[in-house]
């Protein structure tokens, strides 16, 4: 028995190459694996998923014209790889911008470096959080249509452009002003920045998300389009049920309860997320889409 262990570690263990590892070695690999998953975090969650089909049938196909040596197929995709690729970019364009902005979104690196929970870290007060879920939650009492964008580490200045200029203070009157039937201002969507409304009647992306309830119209399908190429969080109050809903990071948490709107504005409250706060939110909703 022993001679045969002995001979498996012979015959196998002893012409293994064992190299020698490094911490160095090791924060490597643990980089490359986030950079990995995160890459795959990224097609699943974007029209590259589509991308990357596309790219495995077409993989399999350019295999197969090697295996039988088909010269022309492999020529003309010899040829094409440079084209596809830049079909590729130009229509990834929008994701390819999400992404970067991603990687340059403040929180990335302040997570790290900042450690004040003060004034300076605060995105809006305490009295602007309680405005916009009494208003929202008044507005949808007695079925007033409303849409509003609360901005976060990404600029929004090119969806401000598309409405008209306020610039005033967020109170829950003012909300309720704006939204108010037939009143100049409340078609389209307000942008929040900070404590304050830059601007109202703003024109949003609309989703071309085709898994979205049928029974949605353009306001929803414009709050989870802005929370596709942002990181806003969007709220919608339903003109038609009187429902109040948010949009973040591509889902939809629809008929929400005025505790669930506060907690998701007090978790985007602070630049820089207090991990108490997160802990509030227990995951989604089973309402959400
Ligand atoms: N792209 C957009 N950007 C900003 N606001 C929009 C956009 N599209 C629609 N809206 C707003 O939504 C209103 C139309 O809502 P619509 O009834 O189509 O949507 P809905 O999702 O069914 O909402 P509701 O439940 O309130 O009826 C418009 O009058 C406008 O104020």
Redesign the pocket.
């Known amino acids: 028995m022993e001679q045969r262990i002995a001979q498996f570690f012979d015959n196998y263990i002893k012409v293994m190459y064992f190299p020698n590892v490094h911490v160095t070695d090791v924060i490597e690999i643990i980089i490359v694996a986030f950079i990995v998953y995160e890459i795959m975090l990224w097609i699943k969650n974007t029209k590259a998923w589509m991308l990357l089909k596309g790219m495995i049938v077409l993989g399999i196909f350019i295999l197969l014209a090697a295996i039988f040596r088909m010269h022309t197929i492999l020529y003309l995709a010899r040829g094409s790889i440079g084209v596809l690729a830049t079909g590729a970019i130009i229509v990834f364009q929008p994701e390819l911008r999400r992404a970067l902005e991603k990687l340059g979104e403040k929180n990335l690196l302040t997570n790290f470096l900042v450690f004040d929970k003060g004034k300076d870290n605060q995105r809006f007060t305490n009295r602007t959080l309680d405005a916009l879920v009494e208003a929202c939650f008044e507005m949808g009492k007695v079925?007033t249509?409303?849409?509003i964008v609360v901005e976060q580490a990404i600029r929004l200045t090119e969806y401000e452009n598309?409405g008209i200029e306020l610039d005033c203070v967020l109170s829950t009157q003012i909300l309720l002003n704006i939204f108010e039937h037939n009143t100049p201002l409340?078609?389209?969507?307000i942008i929040v920045r900070g404590n304050r409304i830059t601007s109202a009647?703003?024109?949003?992306?609309?989703s071309e998300n085709m898994q979205i309830s049928k029974?949605?119209?353009?306001?929803?399908?414009?709050?989870l389009?802005?929370s596709e190429v942002s990181d806003a969080l969007i709220i919608?109050?339903?003109?038609?049920?009187g429902?109040v809903s948010v949009a973040m990071g591509r889902q939809l948490a629809r008929n929400i309860t005025p505790e669930y709107l506060a907690t998701r504005l007090e978790q985007i409250q602070y630049k820089v997320p207090d991990s108490k706060r997160w802990s509030k939110w227990k995951g989604r909703q089973k309402n959400e889409a």
Request: hydrophobic share 35%; charged share 20%; net charge negative.
């Open positions: 079925c249509g409303a849409l598309t409340h078609d389209g969507a009647t703003c024109y949003l992306p609309l029974d949605l119209g353009t306001r929803h399908r414009a709050a389009g802005m919608v109050v339903s003109e038609e049920t429902q």
